[in-house]
């Protein structure tokens, strides 16, 4: 893994930031909840009575909102560098993770954090800090493939 310094993208990362903040916003006061995705998704394994449309179009938007930027040619070119085996290993690991957790980046970390709830000020100190280590290790121990 390398960081890409010559396309640093800050304006564009900050606009992304701000849309996801109004999201976020937007989100809390039409439907009174936190736009934690882990938790939207799971919500749509067990509905209750009148939740399972809007859970639905939301993911159905979050697959959606790319697909249609990669029609408008906004979408830079993908490279994983990961085997297909390491990144369902991966997907696992972020799902089991969010259920032991009580949430995701996006409700604890964007959500919660703007709250200033401190489940979510540890949680998300907890998964940031997590990443780090398992990037140290993956580099240190020469396991990043």
Partial sequence: MRIDWIHFTPLESLGGGLLVGLAVAAFILVHGRIMGVSGILGGMLRPLKGDFLWRASFM???IAAPLLARLAGVLPEVQIEGSVVRLILAGILVGFGTALGSGCTSGHGVCGMARLSPRSIVATILFVGSGMMTVWAVH??????
């Fill in 140 to 145: 240190f121990f020469g396991i990043g493939g």
């Fill in 60 to 62: 159905l938007g979050l």
